[in-house]
């Protein structure tokens, strides 16, 4: 990987599409959020406009990037664990929040775009590892999730994100099918929902994601380097 920014985001295009087309899907379904966890907001400028969205994990460092202008135009999606008190700091902000796992969050998110007359585009993270350490919710609990979230006007689920433990590439790729069985179920429980979006694959394992549905990468060390 080089310091050069564009030409790593170059080197990530050519391999999603490499990839996609391999899975017999078009390189343009899939989106390339870049992960700007612990980045400079210069560094990050450099890539706006090069990728699809940005992804930033907590409130208040999305905020400080916002301010630097890092983001310039580029949509922001909100994919880090989201505690229910830093809610309105990313409600109507964001494009997409990528992490509601609990009926208290899904709430709290549903009144605060209410109150600005908005509808929020959601994805439910599922814990597809049964990790004890990680958030996410049980996919046998989804069901019940999706059922509360359809009774909500001002939010939508737009489909499913995981984060899988550290895995080989096999092992990688059960969990990732896996997870398109999952968007597939709450496709047919919800045929009504907008449910389109498959939020799966960081910088080791993109390539994997996307060969078993992934319809949004989110890629960080692989474009920026080493986090600080
Ligand atoms: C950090 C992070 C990523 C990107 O990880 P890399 O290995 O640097 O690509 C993706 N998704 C989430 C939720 C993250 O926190």
Sequence with gaps: MSTDIAANIASIRARMANAAQRAERQPSDIVLCAVCKGQDSALIRQSAGLVDCFGENRAQEMLLHANQGAHAHTPVHFIGHLQTNKAK???GRVQLIHSVDRNRLL????ALADSQALVQDILIQINIGAEASKSGLSPDELPALLDTAAALPS??????MAIPPPADSTENRRYFARMRALLTQAQTLHPGMPLDTLSM???DSFEDAILEGATLVRVGSAIYGQRT
């Design 89 to 91: 700091d990313v409600v």
């Design 201 to 203: 694959g960081m910088s």
């Design 155 to 160: 939010v939508r689920v737009r489909g499913l």
């Design 107 to 110: 709430a709290r998110i549903a």
